[in-house]
Nanobody, 124 residues
Framework: QVQLVESGGGLVQAGGSLRLSCAAS????????MGWFRQAPGKEREFVAG????????YYADSVKGRFTISRDNAKNTLFLQMNTLKPEDTAVYYC?????????????????WGQGTQVTVSS
């Protein structure tokens, strides 16, 4: 079992920045591929970014490429999402997730564990 707790969400103006964190605990969380997803009201949950558990390979959705950066600190079992140049369409609940596979997956079903989410609201 892996437990995930997100933090760092909030209200920010368009063009601003936020840094989300996800604290992981439990069964060797540093060996899991990690991802960030988001879900806006009335929409399906969508992939934002993922990072491998070794080597730091990252993969991004086209909508956030160049603006968001995913990173992880395996020594502290913490995942981050640096979000810059935020847009109103980035407003959503952001979730971190852990996947026991080696490849970075962009589909929800590949992830085994989920956090409770943190709200990000970007005002225009």
């Amino acid at each position: 079992q892996v437990q995930l707790v997100e933090s760092g969400g909030g209200l920010v103006q368009a063009g601003g920045s936020l840094r989300l964190s996800c604290a992981a605990s439990g069964r060797t969380p540093s060996r899991y591929t990690m991802g960030w997803f988001r879900q806006a009201p009335g929409k399906e949950r969508e992939f934002v970014a993922g990072i491998s558990w070794i080597g730091g390979r990252a993969y991004y959705a086209d909508s956030v490429k160049g603006r968001f950066t995913i990173s992880r600190d395996n020594a502290k079992n913490t995942l981050f999402l640096q979000m810059n140049t935020l847009k109103p369409e980035d407003t959503a609940v952001y979730y971190c997730a852990a996947d026991g596979g080696a490849a970075i997956a962009s589909t929800l079903g590949e992830y085994d564990y989920w956090g409770q989410g943190t709200q990000v609201t970007v005002s225009s």
